[in-house]
């Protein structure tokens, strides 16, 4: 499911860098882009979009205002990615405040990019899965989007996306590459192989090779049997 994704920023060449960000991650689709608070709004209600990445500062209105408006009574839901200066601790508390859960704070390059949307990625497709989910997942799922650093994983890795990729892994019926698992996750092939070797050096997955008719023979991956009732670490 691809996540339609509309980017708001008074600064046109930085809403352009977020465009050519989100045009790297496979989950991710930019359906519009809005430099006002009023172009804002009106995108969000003709196009509505999933998520929509929201710069605090635009000429018009603040964003927190426009923020409240797109959480008010009778609008289509949408999640928000709030856009800040590192400087100004103050709007970004008043952000929290509002309700927003997911940030960014300028300036990042794109790895951090990556691994905020990634997360939120994750949370998103687990949330839209069939079936009930309790007070406790709910809880932690948001957690984890509020969380800015997971220092139990190495650099560039998130526990939301560590989730994903496992119980997509431990979910599969038989053995799957990375290619597999990006098509299956919406996350790129990359980013797919670094998490799944990560699980392998955990000693959740096991690593096996399959020899084709010709070139390098593919990793294929598959969740150990010892691992079955074991949370991803």
Do not use: C
């Not at 804002?40 to 603040?62: G, W």
């Not at 949408?78 to 952000?95: C, N, P, W």
């Not at 919406?186 to 070139?215: C, D, K, P, Q």
């Amino acid at each position: 499911m691809t996540i339609r994704t509309l980017v708001v920023d008074d600064d046109f060449r930085v809403a352009d860098v977020h465009r050519g960000f989100l045009e790297r991650l496979p989950a991710f689709a930019t359906v519009g882009v809005a430099h006002t608070a009023a172009q804002a709004l009106a995108m969000a209600d003709e196009l509505r979009p999933d998520l929509v990445l929201l710069d605090i500062y635009l000429p018009d209105r603040s964003g927190l205002e426009v923020l409240r408006e797109l959480r008010a009574p009778g609008r289509p839901p949408v999640d928000v990615i709030a856009i800040t200066a590192a400087k100004d601790v103050e709007t970004l508390r008043a952000a929290l405040r509002s309700g927003i859960a997911h940030y960014l704070v300028k300036p990042f390059q794109f790895n951090a990019f990556r691994e905020k949307l990634e997360s939120y990625a994750a949370a998103h497709a687990r949330l839209a899965r069939p079936g009930d989910v309790d007070q406790s997942e709910v809880d932690r799922i948001v957690g984890l989007l509020r969380a800015d650093t997971v220092s139990a994983l190495p650099k560039g890795l998130s526990t939301a996306t560590l989730e994903l990729v496992a119980r997509t892994v431990q979910g599969a019926r038989g053995d799957l590459s990375a290619v597999d698992l990006a098509q299956a996750t919406g996350i790129s092939r990359v980013t797919a192989r670094r998490y799944l070797e990560h699980l392998a050096r955990s000693g959740l997955v096991t690593i096996s090779m399959r020899y084709g008719s010709a070139g390098r023979p593919e990793h294929r991956y598959h969740w150990t049997r010892t691992a079955a009732s074991a949370e991803p670490a």
